[in-house]
Structures are given as structure tokens and as C-alpha cells.
């Protein structure tokens, strides 16, 4: 999601200048709105910082009361779940903005590099959508755990 972050600006002024459909510059759909909405884009740069956070404070549980290895085992799992959903978000920003673009219009106009680092990043966010539900399913599942059952403090 990060490298998506870079090449958000470059892609939007690629599919501007060689849309899918030159006549109908609405885009339509999905197309029309990854060109309207980028407003989730900051959301890897927070993920990575609650992470890093989130594993700082999982090294020092075993001094936390229970309540509070309850609260990090709650959020960490809010954050796979918000993780899980800027990968959906970012996937279909991804796949509107590539289906805007008319790849045989821009390839001539784009440089190799841009092509590789759009290739590569649809692939990650393709593997990245796969898993992202089956993370979901783990966080809701820790999150109704801690909710329901005892956590032991090391041990949520």
C-alpha cells in the first residue's frame, strides 16, 4: 500500500491524459470513483505507525494488569480489521484506476519504470485482497475471543 501511496499522484495524471474511453471522460463506475476519491490513501502510513506501536507496547505485557492485555488484544485486533479494509480500499482504487487507463495509449508515453512499479504493485495488492478477508475472519475472531474468555496477561 505504501508504493501505491508514491504512485497514486502519477497514476491519476496518467489515466487523466489516456482514458480507457477518450469520448466519455466521466469514466463511469469504479474508474470514476478511484479518479474522485483518494481520501483512504494515508491510511498505510497510520497502519505501519499503530503497528509499530502496537509492538512495542506487546513486548511490555507482562507487566499489564489483565484489562490492559485485554485492551491491546482488542486493538490489535481493530487493526487487522482496518488493515484488511484499506487493502479492499486500496484494491479497488487500483483496479478503478486501471481499468480508466488505456495501457496501449500510455505505455509509449510512460517510462519502463512506472510500468514494472504499476505491474508490481497490482500483483501485491491482488495477494494482499486474497488474504485480506481471511485476516479479517482471524480479527473478529481474537476480538470476540477477548470479549468473551479470560486472557491471560503474555498470552491474548
Given at each position: 500500500?505504501?508504493?501505491?501511496?508514491l504512485?497514486?499522484?502519477?497514476?491519476?495524471?496518467?489515466?487523466?491524459?489516456?482514458?480507457?474511453?477518450?469520448?466519455?471522460?466521466?469514466?463511469?463506475?469504479?474508474s470514476?470513483?478511484?479518479?474522485?476519491?483518494?481520501?483512504?490513501?494515508?491510511?498505510?502510513?497510520?497502519?505501519?505507525?499503530?503497528?509499530?506501536?502496537?509492538?512495542?507496547?506487546?513486548?511490555?505485557?507482562?507487566?499489564?494488569?489483565?484489562?490492559?492485555?485485554?485492551?491491546?488484544?482488542?486493538?490489535?485486533?481493530?487493526?487487522?480489521?482496518?488493515?484488511?479494509?484499506?487493502?479492499?480500499?486500496?484494491?479497488?482504487?487500483?483496479?478503478?484506476m486501471d481499468?480508466?487507463?488505456?495501457?496501449?495509449?500510455?505505455?509509449?508515453?510512460?517510462?519502463?519504470?512506472?510500468?514494472?512499479?504499476?505491474?508490481c504493485?497490482?500483483?501485491?495488492?491482488?495477494?494482499?485482497?486474497i488474504?485480506?478477508?481471511f485476516?479479517?475472519?482471524?480479527?473478529?475472531?481474537?476480538?470476540?475471543?477477548?470479549?468473551?474468555?479470560?486472557?491471560?496477561?503474555?498470552?491474548?
Amino acid at each position: 500500500m505504501l508504493a501505491l501511496l508514491l504512485m497514486a499522484p502519477k497514476l491519476r495524471t496518467i489515466v487523466r491524459d489516456y482514458p480507457e474511453t477518450p469520448d466519455n471522460i466521466d469514466f463511469g463506475g469504479l474508474s470514476e470513483w478511484a479518479q474522485h476519491n483518494d481520501w483512504f490513501m494515508p491510511a498505510p502510513v497510520l497502519l505501519l505507525i499503530v503497528l509499530a506501536g502496537l509492538q512495542y507496547t506487546g513486548a511490555r505485557l507482562q507487566r499489564c494488569p489483565e484489562w490492559g492485555v485485554r485492551l491491546w488484544a482488542a486493538v490489535g485486533a481493530l487493526y487487522w480489521l482496518a488493515w484488511a479494509g484499506a487493502i479492499g480500499l486500496s484494491t479497488a482504487w487500483f483496479l478503478g484506476m486501471d481499468d480508466g487507463l488505456s495501457g496501449d495509449a500510455a505505455s509509449p508515453h510512460t517510462n519502463g519504470a512506472f510500468i514494472a512499479a504499476h505491474i508490481c504493485v497490482g500483483l501485491a495488492l491482488f495477494g494482499n485482497a486474497i488474504a485480506a478477508p481471511f485476516v479479517g475472519i482471524g480479527a473478529v475472531k481474537r476480538l470476540n475471543r477477548v470479549l468473551t474468555e479470560e486472557v491471560t496477561a503474555g498470552h491474548p
